[in-house]
């Protein structure tokens, strides 16, 4: 899933639970962890409507990396 196919309204929901623009991806220093919860919700909810909060926080970083169809750095 590429974020620029999120839509507006899914972007507002993401920042609005992770409480920081999605912008805060790309800073390196930057906690992500909210901001990851929120994206796995909101994407995992295009295949599964039921996906819940929860459900998004017991996902793995592989899951996640997966998921966002972002290259794992650790895999090189």
Do not use: C, F, H
């Not at 599964?48 to 650790?74: G, H, Q």
């Amino acid at each position: 899933m590429n974020v620029e196919d999120l839509t507006l309204g899914e972007v507002e929901e993401i920042e609005q639970y992770a409480g920081k623009p999605l912008a805060t991806l790309a800073d390196g220093e930057a906690a992500k962890g909210s901001l990851m919860v929120a994206l796995a919700w909101v994407i995992g909810r295009k295949e599964n409507p039921n996906m819940t909060l929860n459900d998004a926080k017991r996902m793995t970083m592989s899951e996640i990396t997966e998921l966002l169809n972002v290259e794992d750095p650790k895999a090189k």
